[in-house]
């Protein structure tokens, strides 16, 4: 089974129609770079995935599930994502579970019950802090921490609720390059974590989608990058995906060696971007057929 199965999915906006059938697969563990030009349906897309807007046509599935509300087995972060500005890191990140699993009822008649789950909850927060590399900076508060900080306690509040799938929205655009590298990283230390689930024969738990205009960082934080684009055959009727293919992966401990991903790089430009490529899309989709006989998709 795949974490996310989109099905010939469509979306108009009035008569104006954005997404064309669009068929996406995500595997358990997948870190998937989303590239596309600038209004071609992106946050659409994204949008459907998380359930606050259904597509007019086609159908989500999330863990098997048809989406059609937001649920908690999706998870989004925005660009400009803004925490709760009297709460700290910890608490921040702690917040979504408390929510979640107390009510009002339980906090006042069950008290010390609930001060023990919130205990855990705190708990878990700081376990979730580390993984974004913050756990010294747990007791901030939002206005005490720099953008890249705070998209990094927006992230690991996202990650503590367990989705099955992670949407980041460009996230890291607003951010200036140094801080975007800290984040980049970041992200390959999850994706580190998804390998060694699978070594040791756990499903990998970090399934993302991240969607960003930047074409080296699409290729640095992803295992495969998806393109979506009005520029195919029948692009007259919206935008759809032109372009799905693995990317290279590198350790968060190798240096980026940037001249191997050159040619793909080109080849996204080409196939993506450039508004009179016009040959067959269907050509440059062939993640799944690369890897039929990988593990990605047993191990769900
Ligand atoms: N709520 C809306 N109503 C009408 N048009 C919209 C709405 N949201 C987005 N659009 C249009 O749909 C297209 C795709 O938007 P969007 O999904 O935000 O693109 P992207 O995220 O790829 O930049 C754009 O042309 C945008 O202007
Ligand atoms: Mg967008």
């Known amino acids: 089974m795949s974490n996310l199965i989109i099905e010939n999915v469509s979306h108009s906006y009035g008569p104006k129609k954005v997404l064309n059938e669009v068929n996406l697969r995500v595997g358990a563990g997948q870190v998937v770079a989303l590239v596309g030009p600038s209004g071609c349906g992106k946050s659409t897309l994204l949008r459907a995935v998380l359930g606050t807007h259904p597509p007019t046509e086609g159908q989500v599935l999330v863990g098997g599930n048809q989406v059609e509300r937001p649920t908690r087995d999706v998870g989004i972060v925005y660009q400009h994502y803004s925490l709760y500005e009297f709460l700290t890191a910890r608490q921040n990140v702690a917040f979504g579970l408390l929510l979640d699993q107390t009510s009002t009822p339980y906090r006042v008649f069950q008290y010390f019950s609930w001060r023990k ?14 993984k974004v590399g913050l756990h010294a900076a747990r007791d901030l ?25 992670l949407l ?7 951010l200036d390059e140094a801080t975007r590298e800290e984040l980049q990283l970041m992200l390959l230390k999850l994706y580190a974590e998804n390998v060694r ?6 499903v990998p738990p ?18 495969r990058v998806v393109g979506l ?24 401990d190798q240096p980026k060696d940037v001249t191997r991903f050159v040619e793909q790089k080109e080849e996204l430009i080409s196939c993506v ?6 040959k067959d899309h269907r050509k440059f989709i062939t993640f799944w057929a690369q890897h039929e006989k990988q593990p990605v998709e047993t191990k769900v």
């Not at 789950?117 to 580390?130: I, T, Y």
């Not at 206005?143 to 990650?159: C, D, K, N």
């Not at 980041?168 to 607003?174: I, K, N, R, T």
């Not at 969607?211 to 934080?221: Q, R």
């Open 117 to 130: 789950l919130r205990k855990q909850h705190l708990e878990q927060a700081d376990e979730f802090l580390k």
């Open 141 to 165: 508060y939002p206005s005490e921490m720099s953008g890249g900080m705070r998209q990094r306690v927006a992230i690991a509040q996202a990650l503590i609720m367990e989705p099955r799938i």
């Open 168 to 174: 980041l929205d460009e996230p890291f655009g607003a």
């Open 197 to 202: 689930a699978r070594e040791e024969d756990r």
């Open 206 to 223: 970090y399934t993302v989608i991240i969607v960003t205009h930047e074409l080296n960082e699409a290729l640095f934080v992803s295992d």
């Open 229 to 252: 684009s009005q520029y195919h055959n029948d692009g007259a009727n919206g935008a759809t995906i032109v372009y799905d293919r693995a990317a290279p992966i590198f350790a968060p």
């Open 273 to 278: 971007f450039s508004p009179s490529f016009q």
